[in-house]
């Protein structure tokens, strides 16, 4: 397509937090992609960078490619600001809109990130047909599309209470403690994301119908929005950022530790861009890895100094109990900053992980067929722990004390460990079941599979309903 008309341009507004950046833009950049069968993509892409409220956060953003970065000015805002994300995006929200009406190419749509969901009215002033990119599970779309006609109910009795299940259309009944944080604060922002939701033409999502069948289809069918159907889906995923190593780029100290071990021998632990333990958390740990027996790499981080959200590099000397380095030296190793994840998932070596349960996590593991044990810490992780043991089965279970700051004993992780890695039926499902996963992951996004089949169609859709200036 060149007949010198500027092509239609897709407006993608990211959060700025690790996991929803990369995510988003790499959903972009298979719009690109599986766009219009062509060689030339039928779309570009105009990436409106909205400053990180305060940590900042190196991503790498150069224009070129069908792609380009514009990044907004920022804006004074108040101390107490951030509270919430999304109170924090919504000050953006007249530098979106002139932004958007001084674009030389025509608009073909505006996608938000969830947390962007204010920024919908932004759209709807201009005319411009209006998605969200949802970068966590079905389950929780499922669950926020649910919430605004049951939260009365259920906040004033079972979140509560601290007790019961909760219906989620597609899942099986949810206990209580596997619902994501609870404070009244953040159910009521899912509230006002799954009202409005209902107001944008499509969702994207960061899945595959082959992950999450049961919700998928929940939404689908209206069971999730009784009275009234969600806008289509477009489970898209796993949508991940893979970061081949450069030629000439020596391999990672993790990496190559893990060259020496056997295949499928070492437990991985890491918990996301925020997880950190406290040294009674990391003496648990040490003694549940060390009497498991079993070879594990350990990624380990320290607080987060001042008001920051991310963990500091581990003093390694002060967490671990005497001697624990030396004593597993040859079977352990323990990294303490930023470890190369998806590299580390990737390597024949590591045979389970144990993950805070990030959505990114879990479909890094789930690509490389890797089985899990969930040891959930914030946000919708608690959720995303119960779906993986409960409907998935890619995972043995591992009781996490909500009640003490999600405490695990030593015994309990020596127990899961051992489970996950060959000690048990359980474990053994739950690999076998991990490896159809990643096929299935695989299959989904090539082309033909019904990741591909979605993104195609949402980019049909979004051709379909622009208006040329
Ligand atoms: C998806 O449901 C929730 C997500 C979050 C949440 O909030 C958040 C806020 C920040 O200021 C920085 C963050 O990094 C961040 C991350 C975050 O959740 C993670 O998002 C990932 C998606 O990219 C992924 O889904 C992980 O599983 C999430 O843990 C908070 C929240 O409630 C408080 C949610 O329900
Ligand atoms: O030491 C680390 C910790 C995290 N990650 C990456 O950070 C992302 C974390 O996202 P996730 O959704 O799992 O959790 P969050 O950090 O948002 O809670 C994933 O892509 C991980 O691969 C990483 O590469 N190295």
Known sequence: MDDGMPRPTVVLLPMWAPGHFSSMLQAGKRMLLCGAGSSTPAVTLTVLVIPPPMDSWQCEMAS??????????????????????????????????????????PVAAVVVDFFGTPLLDVAHDLAV?????????????????????????????????????????????????????????????FVYYGRRFMEARGIVVNTAVELEPGV??????????????????????????LKPRADGQSPHECVR????????????????????????????????????????????????????????????????????????????????????????????????????????????????????????LYAEQPLNAFELVACMGVSVE?????????????????????????GSEEGRRAREKATKMKAACRNAVEKGGTSYAATQRVVQDMLESYVIK
């Open 64 to 105: 070129g490619d069908g792609i380009d970065f514009h990044h907004l000015p920022a804006v004074e805002h108040r101390a107490d600001l951030p509270g919430h994300p999304s109170e924090y995006i919504q000050l953006y929200a007249p530098h979106v809109k002139e932004a958007i009406a001084g674009l030389a190419a």
């Open 257 to 376: 530790w893990l060259d020496g071990r056997p295949p499928a021998s070492v437990v991985f632990i890491c918990f996301g861009s925020r997880g950190w333990m406290r040294t009674g958390q990391v003496r648990e740990v040490a003694a549940g890895l060390e009497r498991s027996g079993q070879s594990f790499l350990w990624v380990l981080r320290g607080p987060p100094a001042g008001s920051s959200l991310y963990p500091t590099d581990a003093n390694l000397g002060d967490l671990l109990p005497d001697g624990f380095l030396e004593r597993t030296k040859g079977k352990g190793f323990v990294w303490p900053s930023w470890a190369p994840q998806t590299e580390i998932l990737a390597h024949a070596a590591v045979g389970a992980f144990v993950t805070h349960c990030g959505w990114n996590s879990i479909l890094e593991s789930l690509w490389h067929g890797v089985p899990m044990a969930p040891w959930p």
């Open 129 to 189: 047909p209006a998605y969200v990119y949802f970068a966590s599970t079905g389950a929780a779309l499922a669950l926020m599309l649910r919430l605004p006609a049951i939260y009365e109910e259920v906040y004033s009795t079972r979140l509560r209470e601290k007790q019961g299940v909760v219906d989620v259309p597609g899942m099986p009944p949810v206990p209580v403690a596997s619902m994501p944080s609870p404070e009244l604060n953040d159910y009521a922002w």
């Open 398 to 422: 591992l009781r996490v004390c909500t009640g003490r700051d999600n405490f695990v004993e030593a015994a309990e992780l020596e127990r899961a460990v051992r489970s996950l890695m060959g």
């Open 216 to 241: 998928l289809a929940a939404i689908a069918d209206g069971r999730c929005t009784p009275g009234d159907r969600a806008p289509p889906v477009y489970p898209i995923g796993p949508v991940l950022t």
